[in-house]
C-alpha cells in the first residue's frame, strides 16, 4: 500500500502541529493516514487507498460519510442564510424538543460545543446545585479533557493531577473507582458520602474498549445517589444516540440519571455537547439560575440543524434497527473468528459499538465466548475471567492490537479504531458486504496471531 502523500504531509504537520496532530489519539504508527474524502462507509487517504471506516470520527457520524441528501441540504441551506448570530434560532428548541421527547430523564438541555465542555458543565450545575465539591469517577472512563477529570486513579496515587500542567487543587476533588466495582464506590460515599456532589459514569465504558455494565451495576450507583444525595451524571457523549437508539443507554439499563451529558452523535459530526436534566435542576444555570455558564458558539446554528436532521433521518428510516441487526451479526462472525484463532479473546459491543479485547489467557479454559457480544452472562463459563474494568483492558494484549494487528488490518483496507481501548462503531452506510470484506480481514489477521498463547 503506497502512502507516500500521508508520509509527506505528515512531515510537514510535524513543523506545525505538535505531534503532527490535534488530538493524540490520531498519531497513529507510524504515521498516519491523511484523509483525502469519505465515501458512505468508507475513506479514501490522500494517496488514493479506499478503507472500510470503523473510525468514523471517533464516534460522531451516525449516517455515514455521504449524509442523506435531506441532512445534507438543511446544512448547506443554515451556511447560506447566515452562519451564526449571537441571537437564537429555533432549530436550538428544535433539537432540545427531539431529545426531551426520546429521552424520559431530560426536560431541559443547555448545549454547549464538546463533550468536555458538557462534562464540565454537569459537574459545575451539580456543584452548584449540592453545595458540594467531591466528585467520583471511573477509573479508564472519560470525560473529556478538563482538569477535574486527569486525575490519577491508581490506588497509590489516587487524586493526584493526571498530568503536567493540572494543579493539585483541581484533582483533590476527584475519587476515582473501578468500573463495575459497586463495593468501591459503596466505600468511598461511606468516606466521603456528604461531600460528593455527583457520580460521573459512562453506563456502558465506551472508553475502555467497550465493557457492559454487569447486572445490576448501574442501580447500584443510583442507589448510592440517592442515599447520600449526590447526583448521578450518565456521560453519554459516545452512548447517547448510539447504545439504545432514541432512547440512549439508559433505556437499555433502565436507570434513571439525573443529569445525562451528551455530545459526538448530537451534533451530526459538528461539535455540539449537551447537559440534560430535570427542569428544577437545569434552571440553575444562568440566565435562569445562578449557576454561571456562558459561550459564543453553545447551540451553534449549524451544529443545531445537523444534529437534529440527523436524529430526525435515524427515525424515519429505522436506522437504529438495522445498526443492530449488523452489529449483532458482525459481532457473531467475530466470535467464531476468536473461536477458531483466540478463544483467550472477548467481543464486546452492542448495538452499533464493537471491539475484540486481546484478554490473555487465564488459568480457565477458554470456555464459550458471549456471541454477539460479552454481557456478564452469569451462566457463562468465563464470567469470571471477562474483562470487567479499565485494568482487565490494560493488562491485555495491548502491543499485539496496536503494533501488529491494527497494521494487518489497515493493510487489508479495514480502518480500526488505533488500540484497544477505543470502541468501533457501525454508521448507517456500512453494508452486508463491508460487514463480510471485514470478516475476512479479521480471519486473515487473526489466523497470523499466534496460537496458544
Ligand atoms: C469523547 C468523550 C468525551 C469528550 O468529548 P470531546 O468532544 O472530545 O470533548 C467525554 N465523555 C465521553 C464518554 C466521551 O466518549
Redo the contacts with the bound molecule.
Keep these: 500500500m503506497n502512502r507516500d502523500h500521508s508520509h509527506a504531509l505528515y512531515g510537514r504537520a510535524l513543523s506545525v502541529l505538535p505531534g503532527g496532530v490535534n488530538?493524540p489519539v490520531r498519531a497513529t504508527q507510524p504515521y498516519p493516514s491523511f484523509i483525502d474524502h469519505g465515501d458512505g462507509s468508507h475513506v479514501v487517504d490522500v494517496d488514493g487507498n479506499r478503507y472500510i471506516d470503523y473510525v468514523l470520527g471517533?464516534?460522531p457520524i451516525l449516517l455515514g460519510h455521504s449524509p442523506p441528501p435531506k441532512v445534507r441540504d438543511a446544512i448547506a441551506d443554515r451556511v447560506e442564510d447566515g452562519i451564526m448570530f449571537g441571537a437564537p434560532v429555533e432549530a436550538e428548541i428544535e433539537l432540545a424538543e427531539f431529545v426531551v421527547e426520546h429521552v424520559p430523564s431530560v426536560e431541559m438541555l443547555r448545549f454547549v460545543n464538546?463533550?468536555?465542555?458538557?462534562?464540565t458543565a454537569a459537574v459545575r450545575l451539580a456543584r452548584g446545585y449540592t453545595g458540594r465539591e467531591r466528585i467520583l469517577i471511573i477509573g479508564g472512563?472519560?470525560?473529556?479533557?478538563n482538569d477535574a477529570f486527569l486525575v490519577d486513579g491508581t490506588p497509590e496515587k489516587a487524586g493526584r493531577p493526571g498530568s503536567p500542567g493540572v494543579p493539585s487543587g483541581a484533582a483533590k476533588d476527584t475519587l476515582v473507582v473501578p468500573f463495575n466495582d459497586a463495593e468501591a464506590a459503596a466505600r468511598a460515599f461511606e468516606a466521603h458520602g456528604d461531600e460528593i456532589a455527583a457520580i460521573l459514569v459512562?453506563p456502558v465504558l465506551?472508553?475502555s474498549g467497550c465493557i457492559d455494565p454487569v447486572p445490576g451495576y448501574l442501580d447500584a450507583l443510583r442507589q448510592l445517589a440517592d442515599d447520600y444525595g449526590a447526583l448521578l451524571v450518565f456521560?453519554?457523549?459516545?452512548?447517547g444516540f448510539r447504545i439504545g437508539g432514541l432512547g440512549c443507554a439508559q433505556g437499555v439499563f433502565g436507570v434513571r440519571p439525573d443529569l445525562t451529558?451528551f455530545?459526538?452523535v448530537i451534533g451530526g459530526g459538528f461539535?455540539v455537547?449537551a447537559v440534560g436534566g430535570p427542569t428544577e435542576i437545569l434552571e440553575r444555570f444562568t440566565p435562569a439560575g445562578d449557576v454561571f455558564h456562558a459561550s459564543t458558539y453553545a447551540g451553534h446554528p449549524v451544529g443545531m440543524v445537523a444534529g437534529v436532521e440527523t436524529l430526525r433521518y435515524a427515525k424515519e428510516h429505522g436506522v437504529y434497527g438495522r445498526l443492530a441487526e449488523l452489529g449483532d451479526r458482525l459481532r457473531a462472525g467475530l466470535a467464531d473468528i476468536v473461536a477458531d484463532h483466540a478463544p483467550q479473546y472477548t467481543v464486546v459491543g452492542r448495538d452499533s459499538m464493537f471491539k475484540i479485547i486481546f484478554s490473555r489467557a487465564s488459568t480457565e479454559p477458554p470456555g464459550e465466548t458471549c456471541g454477539a457480544g460479552c454481557r456478564h452472562d452469569p451462566d457463562c463459563t468465563r464470567v469470571e475471567s471477562c474483562p470487567k474494568n479499565a485494568s482487565h483492558v490494560g493488562e491485555a494484549e495491548g502491543d499485539r492490537w496496536e503494533r501488529l494487528f491494527w497494521g494487518d488490518m489497515l493493510d487489508q483496507g479495514v480502518m480500526l479504531t488505533a488500540n484497544q481501548h477505543e470502541s468501533q462503531f457501525l454508521s448507517a452506510a456500512h453494508t452486508d458486504e463491508d460487514i463480510e470484506v471485514t470478516l475476512e480481514a479479521y480471519k486473515h489477521a487473526m489466523s497470523r496471531i499466534p496460537t496458544g498463547v
Design positions: 488530538s471517533y464516534g464538546s463533550g468536555t465542555e458538557a462534562t472512563g472519560y470525560h473529556g479533557g459512562e465506551g472508553n456521560d453519554e457523549v459516545m452512548t451529558t455530545a459526538k461539535p455537547g
